[in-house]
């Protein structure tokens, strides 16, 4: 079964601080691994897409890394800040014989303090 | 509007009630998601449309779920005598094309089955 686990469940740290989220994955046949924020109350919107082939792709202060052979994902958060407060998915798709299909993580919650 | 809107944006309905929800979906998208998230849960895949034609709907929970998309642009959720368990955020995301461009999210329906 696809599964895709996120760590930690939830983190607080200080405005001004790094931290990095965790995703493992088993999903196969492996298409692209996706990075999510999503704010209380609103819909995900997405930070980044990874193919196979890539092993890292920044956007502003987030930066993912892929290892496509431990099926091990992570998201940096450089210079945090308050509105980082959000939750964030981890999404693996697969192709498997033209049906598609998104494996969805439970998400880390990170709160931002000032 | 230049993102994806859904409505209602809350809906409460007294159980064996029939709902309806409706995404809009950004003008030009080709491909559109339902998914369902349960509180402190990321979202799980109920369905997905190419164009007018759903071409995976594994995800559906029960036969009381129906969505349809007949023009291939607006699309409408349904799920008919609902359930307490059917409580949750349903979200509708639309991309240029599957599999590799990014989804845009709506901001979802709170629905809440009294």
């Known amino acids: 079964k696809n599964q895709v686990e996120q760590s930690p469940q939830s983190l607080i740290i200080l405005e001004g601080k790094n931290c990095t989220l965790q995703?493992?994955?088993?999903?196969?046949?492996?298409?692209?691994l996706r990075w999510y924020k999503q704010d209380t109350g609103r819909g995900p919107v997405s930070l980044t897409i990874m193919t196979f082939s890539e092993n890292t792709k920044s956007n502003g202060r987030y930066t993912a890394t892929l290892d496509a052979d431990t099926k091990q994902s992570s998201l940096h958060i450089t210079a945090s800040q308050l509105s980082d407060s959000a939750s964030y998915i981890c999404v693996v798709s697969s192709m498997d014989t033209g049906r598609r299909a998104l494996t969805f993580g439970s998400g880390t919650r990170l709160q931002v303090q000032p | 509007g230049a993102g994806v809107s859904q409505s209602p944006r809350y809906k409460v309905a007294k159980r064996g009630q029939d709902v309806a929800l409706r995404c809009d979906p950004i003008s030009g998208h080709v491909s559109l998601f339902w998914y369902q998230q349960a509180l402190g849960q990321g979202p799980e895949f109920l369905t997905y449309?190419?164009?007018?034609?759903?071409?995976?709907k594994s995800g559906l929970p029960s036969d009381r779920f129906f969505a349809e998309r007949p023009e291939g642009s607006v699309s409408t959720l349904k799920i008919q005598r609902t359930q307490q368990e059917d409580s949750a955020v349903y979200l509708c995301a639309s991309s240029l094309e599957e599999p590799i461009h990014t989804q845009y999210f709506g901001p979802g329906t709170r629905l809440t089955v009294l």
């Open positions: 995703c493992n994955y088993t999903v196969s046949p492996f298409s692209n």
């Open positions: 449309f190419q164009n007018e034609a759903q071409l995976d």
